[in-house]
């Protein structure tokens, strides 16, 4: 017969990565990290909007990168997002409302995060 099949358990690492700072708080909920925080939106077609934002994650920063992306596409963009409380903000739902037609936000079910 042939040989094994080996399988490998994932191990939770510990370790940060070589040359990678961990992240540290200022205040409480406010993480940041040297490489700043950043948004992801991936089509089905292959392209890529991103950006990095060194300021607090607000209501303004998501809004102005589901603009970018709204207006890049040249579609209607659909986005899932987990439940951060700017993606649930009076300010957000309401800018999502008034751009129904270019963005739809799906929020991600309870305990998938």
């Not at 890529?48 to 607000?58: D, G, I, K, S």
């Not at 998501?62 to 659909?78: C, E, M, N, S, Y």
């Not at 751009?99 to 995060?113: F, K, S, T, W, Y």
């Amino acid at each position: 017969m042939g040989r094994p099949v080996r399988t490998a358990l994932r191990r939770r690492v510990t370790q940060p990565i070589l040359g990678a700072q961990r992240p540290h708080a200022d205040r409480a909920g406010d993480r940041k990290t040297t490489a700043g925080q950043r948004h992801v939106a991936v089509a089905s077609r292959g392209a890529l909007w991103f950006t990095v934002f060194t300021e607090r994650f607000t209501a303004a920063v998501f809004t102005t990168f589901l603009d970018r992306v709204g207006r890049q596409a040249g579609r209607k963009v659909h986005i899932v997002a987990d439940r951060h409380p700017v993606h649930r903000s009076k300010a957000a739902r309401s800018w999502l409302q008034a751009n129904a037609d270019r963005i739809e936000l799906h929020p991600m079910p309870v305990g998938c995060q």
